[in-house]
């Protein structure tokens, strides 16, 4: 596809009776799911945006719509004189302006069109917290397109080949003149390639690729997280007519582990402790994602919230060294069942507080009698 082919209504998705609201809604549903914001890294977004914002800026201007629907992108070419209504100054060569936004993919730069590469798919994979901590090697099932064994990518039964396509002389492109202009089209006989399959493979039907299922490995990195892209070369959809392959990403996402929360390289958790634990203080012990025993010490007076950190039992570092923190919240637990011996002792030690032990308690109250005395 040229960049003179590419139809304003179809990158909306409206029709071209479409009115002024229907286009400013297609529009904003558009731009919001392919802002650049929206997808840090993504070319292909980008490209999107950058594409419906072109469209939306014409379709939005009535003199601009009126005169892409007489002329198309015609319209909009340097030659176009004013007086057509065109507005050149805004929109510059509309060619350039594809070009700019998607490269050689839509055939952009005069004669043969290029061999466009193949799609690239996407995967997502769902994974363990303690993989994402190890790693992992495992493999995945996917349909996908791949060179044709038969021709080997060209299209053509073997023994067969190609010839120049009579009807644009191998160009790729025709012109066909509407009014004073001359606009400048795919070739409809070899649809831009310039050689026409004389004897079409049949396994391809000329395409030069096939769906298969393919197997592949895929190696999980240790420190992995939500949102995490890896990359497989030349392992996405075959190109047309022999064309490079496309990439495969794997997006990984964690499943929610029972213990652990992450936020980054630490881990966090909560640890119920003993009301005498906490007033007197001792040691909890646990176990990190490595199954190794990590043992924190609980000083005396120790509140529920208070959070104690443990350096380098969190997780590891994508691509990098070292571990991040475990970091754990301690509550405080009251006992729910009680002998009548622990409550004599319960009772004895509530008759010898002075208000001393709980300061934070006594200083509320002093608080609060001072707020309403009058």
Known sequence: MSATDIDFYELLGVSRDADGGTIKSAYRKL???????????????EAT????????????????????????HAAFTQGMSAGGGAGHQDFGDIGDIFETIFGQAFGGGGGRAQARRGADLRYDMEISL?????????????????????????????????????LCSGYGKVRAKQGFFVVERPCPNCHGRGEVITTPCRDCRGEGRVDVQ????VEIPPGVDTGTRIRLSGKGEAGPNGAPSGDLYIFVHLKPHTIFQREGTTLATRVPVSFTTAALGGEIELRDLAGEPVTLSVPAGLQSGRQLRQRGSGMPVLQGRGRGDLVVEIVVETPTKLSKEQKALLQQFRETETGEECPESRGFFEKLRTAFAS
């Open 49 to 72: 945006f950058k594409a419906i914002s072109v469209a939306y800026d014409c379709l939005k201007d009535p003199q601009k719509r009126a005169a892409y629907d007489r002329y198309g």
């Open 130 to 166: 303690e993989d994402a901590f190890h790693g992992k090697s495992t493999q995945i099932t996917i349909e996908v397109s791949e060179t044709c064994d038969t021709c080997h990518g060209s299209g053509a039964t073997p023994g067969t080949g190609k010839r120049t396509c009579n």
């Open 214 to 217: 393919q197997t592949i490995d």
């Open 31 to 45: 731009a919001m799911k392919h802002h650049p914001d929206r997808n840090p890294g993504c070319t292909e977004s």
